[in-house]
């Protein structure tokens, strides 16, 4: 049984950061290509930033140069450090897994940029 659970959002002032946190159970990261999507309301989800089980990553580009996602091997969870954050930013953010066609998603979590 596949289960992912997230952690890490919360209130942040446009340029601040905060990191989410994914926890895989019932899958090894090191084979797996895992990421994060994000929707905000009325809005359509997007794919936010994945990694490979050889380390390789993507991202949207409106989170390139910004967004790092990276891997704990050893605590099979994968995190996803945000900085310069800007209120379009402001989402629920989940993580799923595999990525190209998600059938295991977290509970989400909730990142607001706001003043």
């Known amino acids: 049984q596949v289960q992912l659970v997230e952690s890490g959002g919360g209130l942040v002032q446009p340029g601040g950061s905060l990191r989410l946190s994914c926890t895989a159970s019932g899958l090894s990261l090191d084979y797996s290509t895992i990421g994060w999507f994000r929707q905000a309301p009325g809005k359509e989800r997007e794919g936010v930033s994945c990694?490979?089980?050889?380390?390789?990553?993507y991202y949207a580009d409106s989170v390139k140069g910004r967004f790092t996602i990276y891997r704990d091997d050893a605590e099979n969870t994968v995190h996803l450090q945000m900085n310069s954050l800007v209120p379009e930013d402001t989402a629920r953010y989940y993580c799923a897994w595999p990525w190209g066609s998600p059938n295991y998603w977290g509970q989400g979590t909730q990142v607001t940029v706001s003043s």
């Open positions: 990694i490979s089980g050889d380390g390789s990553t």
